[in-house]
């Protein structure tokens, strides 16, 4: 079992940063790998970036490559997901999440455990 405490969202002007942080507790974190989505209001939660057991893999969706970079501290049971020059269509609620496994996936269904989520809210 693994439960997901995200942090770090917060109201940001275009062009500025964010870093969101997710907490872990359970043993089997280092053994997972871990994704972030996001939900906007009035759409489907949609895939963000993943990120491998060991932290050697990651992928990120084409909207957010480049300027998103997501890392993992296996020592500290945390995820991170840092946000670079956002944008007002980057405003949703941004979800932790894990597959309960250490392969990398996409769809929101391959993920069985979720944080309660952070708001990231970006203005123009």
């Known amino acids: 079992q693994v439960q997901l405490v995200e942090s770090g969202g917060g109201l940001v002007q275009a062009g500025g940063s964010l870093r969101l942080s997710c907490a872990a507790s359970?043993?089997?974190?280092?053994?997972?790998?871990m994704g972030w989505f996001r939900q906007a209001p009035g759409k489907e939660r949609e895939f963000v970036a993943a990120?491998?057991?060991?932290?050697?893999?990651?992928t990120y969706a084409d909207s957010v490559k480049g300027r998103f970079t997501i890392s993992r501290d296996n020592a500290k049971n945390t995820v991170y997901l840092q946000m670079n020059s956002l944008k007002p269509e980057d405003t949703a609620v941004y979800y932790c999440?894990?597959?309960?496994?250490?392969?990398?996936?996409?769809?929101?269904?391959?993920?069985?455990?979720w944080g309660q989520g952070t708001q990231v809210t970006v203005s123009s």
């Open positions: 359970g043993r089997t974190f280092s053994s997972y790998a």
């Open positions: 990120i491998s057991w060991s932290g050697e893999e990651t």
């Open positions: 999440a894990s597959p309960g496994q250490r392969f990398l996936f996409m769809r929101p269904t391959q993920y069985v455990y």
